[in-house]
């Protein structure tokens, strides 16, 4: 099992920036990836940035403007968020990824990005 702890949301203006955190523990070496998904009001939940072995994928809406980042030694992935646009509003959730499972962070982080 692999508990994830997220920080970072909240409230910013159109263009602005934040950065998310989440805290991994439990079985740490089981982990392959880590990223964070996003789940707007009345939508799917989508994956927004995932770190494999150095390599990083983003999904598209977010390219160029979000930057994942990932300190093994702490155990912990960033999600730094620039220009951010009101269609970035959702609850983040931290993942982080096993062989077979997917883990979430449990209460996710609410970013909402309003003028």
């Known amino acids: 099992q692999v508990q994830l702890v997220e920080s970072g949301g909240g409230l910013v203006q159109p263009g602005g920036s934040l950065r998310l955190s989440c805290v991994a523990s439990?079985?740490?070496?089981?982990?392959?990836?880590m990223g964070w998904y996003r789940q707007a009001p009345l939508s799917q939940r989508e994956l927004v940035a995932l770190i494999t072995s150095g390599i990083t994928n983003y999904a598209d809406s977010v390219k160029g403007r979000f930057t994942l980042s990932r300190d093994n030694a702490k155990n912990a992935v960033y999600l730094q968020m620039n220009d951010l646009k009101p269609e970035d509003t959702a609850v983040y959730y931290c993942?982080?990824?096993?062989?077979?499972?997917?883990?979430?962070g449990g209460q996710g982080t609410q970013v909402t990005v309003s003028s």
């Open positions: 439990g079985s740490i070496s089981s982990i392959t990836s």
């Open positions: 993942a982080a990824l096993t062989g077979d499972q997917v883990f979430l």
